[in-house]
Structures are given as structure tokens and as C-alpha cells.
């Protein structure tokens, strides 16, 4: 199973970029679509991104799409999602996470990791 090491979060005024990494360990970490979700306080984890092992077709919730891209290097066994014109409600917990595509929408096939904080002040 692949391990997933999320780092990058920070405080960033409305606006401000930051970029996360999801660092991965194992082999096969190439064969293996890859996602973010974020979770506000007091609210569900929802979906964010997600990328496929060959980098190809992305997806991307409405909510950021047009902000936010998504993007991997496999050399690397690195996940990143560049942030751009955060706004405070993408305050959150960010996780990646190994997934697959469900009727319902984007789901994990992993564990979670610990998360990185992202606070945006307005």
C-alpha cells in the first residue's frame, strides 16, 4: 500500500497562492490515481482534485476549479495542488489520498494521512 505525507499548508491572506505536496513512498506509486479532499471545521470532507496515474485528464471540484491545479510527478512519487487566489473558505485540512471514481463521486482507496493545515485570512 502507498504511503501519502502531505506538506505545504500555511496562513496566506485572500488571494495569496501556496502550493501543497503529497509526498508518497512505494514502488508503485506511478500506477495509482491520486486525489485531495479538505475538510473545514464542522463540515464534511469533500473532494478537491484529482489526477490519474499518467497525468492526464484532471478533475476538479466547481468550487475551485479555474484557482486550483493539480499535477504529479511521478519521478518524484509527488502529488502537487497549486493553490491561487485563495479565498477563507478554502480554509481547511487538506489530505491526499489514493481514489477511484464511484457513481456518487470521488472516493478513497487509502488511508488518510495526517493533513495539512491551510488558513486564508480575509
Known amino acids: 500500500q502507498v504511503q501519502l505525507v502531505e506538506s505545504g499548508g500555511g496562513l496566506v491572506q485572500a488571494g495569496g497562492s501556496l502550493r501543497l505536496s503529497c509526498a508518497a513512498s512505494g514502488r508503485t506509486f506511478s500506477s495509482y490515481t491520486v486525489a485531495w479532499f479538505r475538510q473545514a471545521p464542522g463540515k464534511e470532507r469533500e473532494f478537491v482534485a484529482t489526477?490519474?496515474?499518467?497525468?492526464?485528464?484532471?478533475y476538479y471540484a466547481d468550487s475551485v476549479k479555474g484557482r486550483f491545479t493539480i499535477s504529479r510527478d511521478n519521478a518524484k512519487n509527488t502529488v502537487y495542488l497549486q493553490m491561487n487566489s485563495l479565498k477563507p473558505e478554502d480554509t481547511a485540512v487538506y489530505y491526499c489520498?489514493?481514489?477511484?471514481?464511484?457513481?456518487?463521486?470521488?472516493?478513497?482507496?487509502?488511508?488518510w494521512g495526517q493533513g495539512t493545515q491551510v488558513t486564508v485570512s480575509s
Open positions: 489526477i490519474p496515474w499518467s497525468g492526464g485528464i484532471t
Open positions: 489520498t489514493t481514489a477511484f471514481r464511484k457513481a456518487t463521486g470521488w472516493v478513497s482507496s487509502g488511508s
